[in-house]
C-alpha cells in the first residue's frame, strides 16, 4: 500500500506559477514511477506528466511541454510538478498516482489537490 497525499495547489493568477508536492507514505518509494493527472470540471481525467523510478527520464502532456515540470526526490519520498504561465484553462483538480514498476497501472491515488487560476 502507498498513501499519497498531494499539497501546494490554490488560487493563482494567469501568468503565475504553483508548485505541486506529493508526499508518499512507503519504504519503496524508489520502486514506483509517479504521474500527475488533473480533472477540470465536467471534464474527464487527463494525464499531465509522469517520472521514472529513478528520475531521469520524464514524460508529459503535449499541451504542457514547456510549462510544467515533473521532478522527484526519492530522499523525501517526494514527487513535484511545477507549473509556470498558468492559465485559467489549467484549473483543475490535481492528483498523485503511483504505478510499482514494471506495471502499467496506477494503482495508488491521492485524494486531489485543486488549482484554480484566476484571468
Known amino acids: 500500500q502507498v498513501q499519497l497525499v498531494e499539497s501546494g495547489g490554490g488560487l493563482a493568477q494567469a501568468g503565475g506559477s504553483l508548485r505541486l508536492s506529493c508526499a508518499a507514505a512507503t519504504r519503496t518509494f524508489s520502486s514506483y514511477a509517479m504521474g500527475w493527472f488533473r480533472q477540470a470540471p465536467g471534464k474527464e481525467r487527463e494525464f499531465v506528466a509522469a517520472?521514472?523510478?529513478?528520475?531521469?527520464?520524464?514524460t508529459y502532456a503535449d499541451s504542457l511541454k514547456g510549462r510544467f515540470t515533473i521532478s522527484r526526490d526519492n530522499a523525501k519520498n517526494t514527487v513535484y510538478l511545477q507549473m509556470n504561465s498558468l492559465a485559467p484553462e489549467d484549473t483543475a483538480v490535481y492528483y498523485c498516482?503511483?504505478?510499482?514498476?514494471?506495471?502499467?497501472?496506477?494503482?495508488?491515488w491521492g485524494q486531489g489537490t485543486q488549482v484554480t487560476v484566476s484571468s
Open positions: 498516482a503511483a504505478r510499482l514498476v514494471p506495471t502499467d497501472e496506477y494503482d495508488y
Open positions: 517520472i521514472s523510478w529513478s528520475g531521469p527520464s520524464t
